[in-house]
T-cell receptor, first 113, second 113 residues
Framework: SQQGEEDPQALSIQEGENATMNCSYK?????LQWYRQNSGRGLVHLIL?????REKHSGRLRVTLDTSKKSSSLLITASRAADTASYFC?????????????FGGGTRLMVKP | DAMVIQNPRYQVTQFGKPVTLSCSQT?????MYWYQQKSSQAPKLLFH???????NEADTPDNFQSRRPNTSFCFLDIRSPGLGDAAMYLC????????????FGPGTRLTVL
C-alpha cells in the first residue's frame, strides 16, 4: 500500500503564483523526498529532508516536514510554465530493510503562462 | 555526464511475445531498481538488486524477471506480456541501501498489442 498520499491530486495556477502541495504518510520515517516528473519522462530528485529537520530550501523550493502530523509540504514560489509536471513525495520508512522508497500518488501541477 | 540510460525509450510488443528492457548506469551505484508506472499513478517497485543480491517485491508477478550481469547493466524481462503490462518502466539507481536519493532513467514506454 502507498505510504504517502498527496493533496491535491491536481493543481492549476497562473505563472508567478505560488504552488503548495502536501504529502501525508502513515509510519515513522528516516527521510522524505520530493521528485518531479515531466510528462513521459523519468523522475528527477528535488530535495531530501531528514526526520530531524523541519524545513529545507533549494532555490524556489521550500519543503517542510512535521513528523508529529506525519506530513510534508512542497512550496514552489514564483512558478513558471516550466514547472508544469507531476510531483511525488517518497518516504524512506524507519526500519527499512533495503532502501525501498514508497511513493505517493502525486500532484499534477499545471502552470499557465 | 554520469547518468542512467534506458533502451529503448519506446517498445511495442505483441500479446504473449517476450520482451527485454535494458538499463545501464555510469554512476557505479550498488543498487538498481525497476519500477512500473501506469498512467497518473505512483511508481510501483517490482524488484531491486543490491550488488548481486536480488530482491523481489511480494506482489511482483512471476511474469517479470530481472538480470544484473554486472554493476552497470540491469535487464527487465517480461516473459509473456499481457495487455495489463502496458506501462512506463522506470529504472533507478542509488549509491547504497540507506534510503537516500534515487537516480532515475528516462523510462521505457511499453505498448502491448
Amino acid at each position: 500500500s502507498q505510504q504517502g498520499e498527496e493533496d491535491p491530486q491536481a493543481l492549476s495556477i497562473q505563472e508567478g503564483e505560488n504552488a503548495t502541495m502536501n504529502c501525508s504518510y502513515k509510519t515513522s520515517i528516516n527521510n522524505l523526498q520530493w521528485y518531479r516528473q515531466n510528462s513521459g519522462r523519468g523522475l528527477v530528485h528535488l530535495i531530501l529532508i531528514r526526520s530531524n529537520e523541519r524545513e529545507k530550501h533549494s532555490g524556489r523550493l521550500r519543503v517542510t516536514l512535521d513528523t508529529s502530523k506525519k506530513s510534508s509540504s512542497l512550496l514552489i514560489t514564483a512558478s513558471r510554465a516550466a514547472d508544469t509536471a507531476s510531483y511525488f513525495c517518497a518516504t524512506d520508512p524507519f526500519n527499512n530493510a533495503g532502501n525501498m522508497l514508497t511513493f505517493g500518488g502525486g500532484t499534477r501541477l499545471m502552470v499557465k503562462p | 555526464d554520469a547518468m542512467v540510460i534506458q533502451n529503448p525509450r519506446y517498445q511495442v510488443t505483441q500479446f504473449g511475445k517476450p520482451v527485454t528492457l535494458s538499463c545501464s548506469q555510469t554512476l557505479n551505484h550498488n543498487v538498481m531498481y525497476w519500477y512500473q508506472q501506469k498512467s497518473s499513478q505512483a511508481p510501483k517497485l517490482l524488484f531491486h538488486y543490491y550488488d548481486k543480491d536480488f530482491n523481489n517485491e511480494a506482489d511482483t508477478p512471476d511474469n517479470f524477471q530481472s538480470r544484473r550481469p554486472n554493476t552497470s547493466f540491469c535487464f527487465l524481462d517480461i516473459r509473456s506480456p499481457g495487455l495489463g503490462d502496458a506501462a512506463m518502466y522506470l529504472c533507478a539507481t542509488s549509491r547504497d541501501n540507506r534510503g537516500g536519493r534515487q537516480y532515475f532513467g528516462p523510462g521505457t514506454r511499453l505498448t502491448v498489442l
